[in-house]
């Protein structure tokens, strides 16, 4: 027996070579057979490896196929810091695509780049791996950042798209910290931000002018720690409702500018699992809205620490646009369960007796369904936060917009205490402070 393993192990041993290609060179095209070991380009049914520190370039124009590529994975033995550069022309992943150890994949603006089970950051103890696209990426489930080492995705134009609508970008997939930067350029996927284990950190930055499409679900600290912070951009989120925190995890939606529209409502918390979450609106240049034809509006769900989060600036604050077309609905209605947190921005002091509208609803629901609802929400178990108290109340009055429609309205009013006016002055600094140390990025 032992001398027929050995004698098969003989016959595939030249196969099995045969099928891996190895890049030999500190830099050059990668359309060169002599920059390979095996002195031949690798195609559909090989493994492509830089391993050595290298940097290869495809820059030709031309479309090449491998069955599998790393970039630095430490299964096979590498030197840190290699890079694969998809300049001009198209490269295809039949299976694996793994970047370890302090690695990049950069896909320029007329580079294209296709495949299948994405890792960004694949090395247990590694340096963090990158990687770059301002051009054109097609994936099949999944796309992991920060699988077994800190992984980072910067999309800075082009396009980044599921092959399906349910195909994930995991943001933070194992135990370290993923991150996406995404400043323009179109994401199309259904993105989970530390989703699959307690250990996950995943952040998710939208800024400038790029757009993330949504389409199945937006998943925020499901199991893990989840943060996406929003200045500018836009998200749109139609198919089911945006989930902050679940499973025991923490989910934190942060949104200074920007248009924000989660079509399907948004659920911050879990009332039986554990999970918390916080949203927070600061300043006034965003558009938020949330809800639409069929579907749920604002819910903070669970006494589990959840929070509802407003830094006002002199321009005042952005107003959460709860629009829903079936107003009498009792899942359309706002149910609000944990803290109201109010901060002041760039040493802002309100007027006695200011106002400021932090939630505008067209729901009319009165009713016992799923909680205790008088005009469209139920805000019996929503407090302010402690050293909010001596300056703030809130309820829920009745007005007429800009566009002549009735909406119900959560509105903010200042009213500080004689004595608390006087403290204000000593209270916004140490305020400010909160919210410079809650706007870190999670590490």
């Known amino acids: 027996m032992r001398r027929q393993l050995i004698a098969l192990t003989a016959v595939l041993a030249p196969a ?3 099928h891996a290609a190895t890049w030999n060179v500190t830099s050059g095209d990668w359309g060169t057979d002599g920059n390979w070991d095996t002195l031949l380009v ?4 090989e493994t492509a490896s830089v391993l050595n520190g290298g940097t290869a370039t495809i820059n030709d124009g031309n479309s090449y196929n491998v069955n599998q590529l790393l970039i630095n994975h430490p299964a096979v033995g590498t030197t840190a810091g290699s890079t694969l550069d998809v300049l001009n022309g198209s490269l295809t992943i039949n299976t694996w695509t793994r970047i370890a150890n302090a690695s990049a994949i950069n896909v320029g603006v007329d580079g294209a780049f296709t495949g299948v089970n994405f890792a960004v950051g694949d090395a247990s103890g590694g340096a963090g791996s990158v990687f770059n696209t301002s051009g054109t990426v097609n994936f099949s489930e999944p796309f992991r950042v920060g699988r077994a080492e800190a992984g980072t995705l910067s999309i800075t134009g082009g396009t980044f798209t599921g092959s399906t609508a349910s195909d994930h970008l995991y943001v933070g997939d194992g135990a370290s910290l993923g991150t996406v930067n995404h400043s323009a350029g179109s994401v199309v996927a259904r993105v989970s931000i530390a989703y699959t284990n307690s250990g996950n950190v995943g952040i998710y930055n939208l800024s400038g002018i790029a757009e993330l499409d949504n389409l199945t679900r937006l998943e925020i600290g499901r199991t893990g720690s989840g943060e996406m912070n929003i200045s500018g951009g836009q998200l749109w989120a139609p198919g089911n409702p945006t989930l902050l925190g679940g499973n025991g995890g923490y989910g934190e939606l942060n949104i200074s500018g920007g248009t924000v529209l989660l079509e399907a409502g948004l ?4 009332a039986s699992n554990g999970g918390s979450g916080t949203l927070r609106v600061s300043g006034s240049e965003a ?11 604002l819910k903070l769900i669970g006494d589990n620490g959840n929070m509802l989060a407003f830094d006002i600036g002199l321009s005042g604050v952005s107003t959460i646009e709860i629009g829903i077309n079936s107003p009498g609905a009792s899942g359309t209605a706002t149910l609000l369960v944990g803290t109201l947190d109010i901060g002041l921005l760039d ?7 200011q106002t400021f509208d932090l939630i505008s609803t067209n729901s009319t629901y009165t009713g016992t369904t799923g909680g205790n609802f008088t005009n469209g929400y139920d805000i019996n178990n929503l407090t302010l936060a402690t050293e909010d108290l001596p300056f703030w109340s809130f309820g829920v009055i009745t007005a007429v917009g800009a566009d002549s429609e009735t909406r119900n309205v959560l509105r903010l009013t200042y009213i500080p205490e004689p004595a608390s006016a006087v403290l204000l002055g000593m209270v916004i600094p140490a305020v400010l402070a909160r919210r410079r140390r809650g706007s870190e990025p999670v590490s």
């Open 287 to 297: 558009v938020i809205k949330v809800g639409g034809a069929s579907q749920g509006g």
């Open 42 to 45: 690798p195609g559909a049914g």
């Open 267 to 270: 659920h911050v918390g879990h």
């Open 16 to 18: 099995l070579v045969a």
């Open 347 to 353: 040493g802002f002091v309100p007027a006695l007796n």
